[in-house]
């Protein structure tokens, strides 16, 4: 089926949702040779000024970096190169700059130009806190980049319809909503300082792998997520420590199994706890797929059901 039709019929809610179904099937361990090396020389140049904007001015430093990209083809587009203009953004009449005059949805449309690209970031962030039909996308969460993406698209910014699946497929190729949580944490000017964890995402759940001696408190000052929100999230107790390489997830999981997973056969060593992170997955609704009560515990060889059955 057709998405760009489906797109042109279905509403904003709609549209969010197919987003959504999308991008989860993106495979979890992401090709690097998929990696375009142009989008990592520009991620590593402009990433520190993308999260210098977010903490001034409340934009995910994700969706600047994932604007930029796009719109300025890595920086090598011709409005980018010889105009320093990295977010297509156009005179709308009001702007008392430098000019110049490119072809776009219509012949010589008016363009600002920037003496450097900088300026470009700084203007593209006055630009969004600037205009009203922007300002609901300030009530979303800092970390919700997919709903920034949405948004931007529905009000207006660019006219490909593609625009917002385009956004979130930059920003989950490259990880960049890392640069977002990186952006949370002020005072500290060393990367490793900043963010000793590196997130990833699966199941679409931003998680991150633990480190020998970590707590949740110790996350909690890492990421600015309350200690009992973690622990809520995991399904552990707040002065649990954990093993190396154990999951920690930064997000509410999944009721379901992602990825069409119907059911997993226990393995020596696993618990359903383990089970239920492997998955992404709310231990609770294990149990309740399984009709089992909370003190159940499966042998090895049991068949665990992930998914609701079909009748």
């Not at 991008?23 to 090709?31: F, V, Y």
């Not at 990367?191 to 996350?219: C, R, V």
């Not at 990421?223 to 509410?252: M, S, V």
């Given at each position: 089926?057709?998405?760009?039709?489906?797109?042109?019929?279905?509403?904003?809610?709609?549209?969010?949702?197919?987003?959504?179904?999308?991008?989860?099937?993106?495979?979890?361990?992401?090709?690097?040779?998929?990696?375009?090396?142009?989008?990592?020389?520009?991620?590593?140049?402009?990433?520190?000024?993308?999260?210098?904007?977010?903490?001034?001015?409340?934009?995910?430093?994700?969706?600047?970096?994932?604007?930029?990209?796009?719109?300025?083809?890595?920086?090598?587009?011709?409005?980018?190169?010889?105009?320093?203009?990295?977010?297509?953004?156009?005179?709308?009449?009001?702007?008392?700059?430098?000019?110049?005059?490119?072809?776009?949805?219509?012949?010589?449309?008016?363009?600002?130009?920037?003496?450097?690209?900088?300026?470009?970031?700084?203007?593209?962030?006055?630009?969004?806190?600037?205009?009203?039909?922007?300002?609901?996308?300030?009530?979303?969460?800092?970390?919700?980049?997919?709903?920034?993406?949405?948004?931007?698209?529905?009000?207006?910014?660019?006219?490909?319809?593609?625009?917002?699946?385009?956004?979130?497929?930059?920003?989950?190729?490259?990880?960049?909503?890392?640069?977002?949580?990186?952006?949370?944490?002020?005072?500290?000017?060393?990367?490793?300082?900043?963010?000793?964890?590196?997130?990833?995402?699966?199941?679409?759940?931003?998680?991150?792998?633990?480190?020998?001696?970590?707590?949740?408190?110790?996350?909690?000052?890492?990421?600015?997520?309350?200690?009992?929100?973690?622990?809520?999230?995991?399904?552990?107790?707040?002065?649990?420590?954990?093993?190396?390489?154990?999951?920690?997830?930064?997000?509410?999981?999944?009721?379901?199994?992602?990825?069409?997973?119907?059911?997993?056969?226990?393995?020596?060593?696993?618990?359903?706890?383990?089970?239920?992170?492997?998955?992404?997955?709310?231990?609770s609704n294990i149990y309740a797929l399984n009709r089992k009560y909370n003190n159940w515990i499966p042998n090895v060889g049991d068949k665990i059901q992930l998914n609701r059955r079909r009748k």
């Open positions: 089926m057709n998405f760009i039709s489906i797109f042109k019929q279905i509403s904003y809610y709609i549209l969010f949702f197919a987003i959504i179904v999308i991008t989860a099937s993106i495979p979890e361990d992401i090709d690097a040779q998929s990696q375009n090396k142009t989008y990592l020389i520009y991620i590593d140049k402009f990433k520190d000024e993308a999260m210098r904007q977010q903490k001034r001015y409340k934009i995910p430093a994700s969706i600047t970096l994932a604007q930029g990209l796009l719109e300025s083809g890595a920086g090598n587009g011709e409005l980018a190169r010889k105009s320093n203009n990295h977010f297509g953004i156009k005179c709308h009449g009001v702007w008392q700059g430098e000019k110049v005059y490119y072809d776009d949805d219509e012949k010589g449309e008016c363009f600002r130009k920037y003496d450097d690209p900088m300026q470009s970031y700084e203007d593209h962030s006055l630009f969004l806190t600037s205009r009203p039909r922007y300002a609901e996308l300030f009530n979303l969460k800092i970390t919700d980049y997919r709903g920034w993406a949405v948004g931007l698209k529905k009000c207006g910014y660019a006219t490909d319809k593609a625009y917002a699946s385009k956004l979130i497929g930059i920003i989950e190729l490259y990880n960049l909503n890392r640069y977002d949580l990186q952006a949370l944490k002020k005072g500290k000017k060393n990367q490793e300082d900043i963010n000793p964890h590196t997130p990833y995402i699966s199941w679409g759940l931003l998680y991150i792998e633990a480190k020998e001696g970590d707590t949740f408190e110790s996350i909690s000052n890492e990421f600015g997520i309350k200690r009992r929100k973690l622990a809520k999230y995991n399904e552990l107790l707040k002065d649990h420590t954990f093993k190396e390489g154990e999951i920690i997830y930064l997000q509410e999981k999944n009721k379901y199994s992602k990825k069409g997973y119907k059911y997993h056969i226990v393995k020596e060593g696993e618990s359903l706890h383990s089970i239920a992170q492997k998955y992404g997955m709310k231990l």
